[in-house]
Nanobody
Framework: QVQLVESGGGLVQPGGSLRLSCVAS????????MGWYRQTPEKKRELVAF???????NYADSVKGRFTISRDNAKNTVYLQMNSLKPEDTGVYYC????????WGPGTQVTVSS
């Protein structure tokens, strides 16, 4: 049984930064591609960024140049550094494998507002 637990969300002003973390357990983390996803009330859950085991990364156009995904295989953890945050980045952020599995964690709320 895979468990994914996200943390690091919060309330931040536009232009601010947050760093999200996701700890995965129950599976060989290091061989899997991992992704960060977000869900807003207006949209379906969307892929924000993913990273494969070799370090290749890819980002949604809306976050390119502002977000950075990284991983620490020794800690079974994937991170999302979010800079220059905008109100439209508001949503619940989830991590999952890429492509996603059916096992979703609780997510972490990110609110960008002045």
């Amino acid at each position: 049984q895979v468990q994914l637990v996200e943390s690091g969300g919060g309330l931040v002003q536009p232009g601010g930064s947050l760093r999200l973390s996701c700890v995965a357990s129950g599976r060989r983390f290091s061989i899997n591609a991992m992704g960060w996803y977000r869900q807003t009330p207006e949209k379906k859950r969307e892929l924000v960024a993913f990273i494969i085991s070799g370090g290749y990364t890819n980002y949604a156009d809306s976050v390119k140049g502002r977000f950075t995904i990284s991983r620490d295989n020794a800690k079974n953890t994937v991170y999302l550094q979010m800079n220059s945050l905008k109100p439209e980045d508001t949503g619940v952020y989830y991590c999952n494998f890429y492509p996603s599995s059916d096992s979703w964690g609780p997510g972490t709320q990110v609110t960008v507002s002045s």
